[in-house]
């Protein structure tokens, strides 16, 4: 599976543009703030619906503009998938798969699956457990609609269930029953999404401990560790138990959405001990294996976004990096970087098909494998 082709009309700080991409290695180099991100962002946004830096979809409308409208072309085996996005002010966002469009985006997620590594992942180290509740659910959203569907309902539940436990009546009375009917009702959600982490986490580990040590050539030991409070408890029996204490403090106080992971580095957090190369190394191996997680079960191969990932590495390490990548085992990557002569001279070595894009200021100029 490959992208084309791909168009961006006003979107971020491209007024119009084109590209018709190699199906295995696409480099696009330029100074920072050209705009060579802003073409991966819109390469997930084809593929998950979102952008992957911005959450808020009219923020990413070029300034001055009304909307925006990304239009990809992917090659898939045995046939090919129009995607097109449009962003419109003050409206919904509409998604279509060639042509028709989507009733609910959540119907879209796993159809093209993506892996991005980026400076923008360092808050799986370095920010609270949201973050790292969010990767587990993009990786395993993309393979398993359930279990997005599951995540969909329990949220939503949990909201209702957060704004009882705010809401008492003016007499002063909780409606405890309708607590025990969010209780039953978000139960299966929560044991489903449970299982559903465990499962992939406990996949993952040895691959990312692989990834680790190619990439740092042995010299430390890493670890993903998951955490949940439905380890070893009944969850119906953690609910009834906090239902005083949520009252009390008018949230809910166990369940999924408490989920945690554990990075760390010969055995103390990463965070604390880890220097800037090893954290980026680390980031670079748990991305490296989600994309082997996904393509095993998905039985589709990813597209892999680089992002800017290179700064902190020497020149050993980049290349060592960009050669295991331009393998068979891969597909399309896609790679931006400040130096294009770096690139080329890392690229011409390893031998595979590419192309050059030079972006400056919204503005895209095409090189050939030659570099002209």
Not at 158 to 180: A, H, I
Not at 288 to 294: E, G, K, N, R
């Amino acid at each position: 599976m490959h992208l084309r082709n791909l168009s961006l009309v006003n979107f971020k700080n491209y007024q119009q543009a084109d590209f018709e991409f190699s199906p295995r290695i696409n480099c696009l180099v330029g100074n920072n703030g050209g705009g060579k991100t802003n073409v991966l962002d819109a390469i997930h946004y084809l593929c998950m619906c979102k952008s992957y830096f911005n959450a808020v979809d009219t923020q990413n409308i070029r300034t001055g503009c009304e909307f925006s409208v990304i239009q990809g072309a992917f090659s898939l085996p045995e046939r090919t998938e129009e995607i097109y996005c449009a962003i419109q002010r003050m409206r919904n966002k509409v998604f279509k798969r060639n042509k028709k469009e989507y009733d609910r985006l959540s119907d879209h997620i796993g159809l093209i699956p993506v892996v991005v590594i980026s400076p923008a992942d360092s808050c799986l180290i370095t920010e609270g457990s949201d973050e790292r509740r969010k990767f587990m659910n993009s990786v395993i959203s993309q393979y398993d609609h359930h279990y997005l569907e599951d995540n969909i309902h329990y949220n939503h539940l949990l909201l209702q269930r957060n704004k009882l436990l705010k809401d008492v009546s003016p007499s002063g009375r909780f409606d405890e029953g309708t607590l025990v009917a969010y209780d039953e009702q978000i139960i299966p959600y929560a044991e489903r999404i449970y299982a559903g982490r465990q499962d992939f986490i406990s996949k993952l580990v040895p691959v990312f401990r692989k990834y680790y040590a190619f990439i740092s050539g042995g010299q430390e030991a890493v670890d993903l560790a998951y955490h949940s409070q439905l380890v070893n408890n009944s969850f119906p029996d953690m609910l009834r138990e906090a239902r005083n204490k949520d009252r009390i403090l008018q949230y809910s106080t166990v369940g999924v959405h408490k989920d945690d992971l554990t990075l760390s580095l010969d055995d103390l957090p990463i965070k604390r001990i880890g220097s800037q190369g090893q954290q980026k190394t680390y980031l670079v191996a748990l991305k490296l294996a989600q994309f082997d997680f996904i393509k095993e079960i998905n039985k589709t191969v990813p597209i892999f976004l680089f992002d800017d990932i290179f700064d902190k590495f020497d020149e050993k390490r980049v290349t060592q990096i960009i050669k295991l990548v331009a393998e068979e085992h891969f597909g399309q990557i896609f790679i931006t970087h400040t130096d294009p002569l770096r690139m080329k001279d890392i690229i011409h070595e390893i031998g595979v098909d590419f192309k050059f894009f030079h972006i400056e200021n919204g503005q895209v100029e095409k090189e050939d494998r030659n570099g002209h």
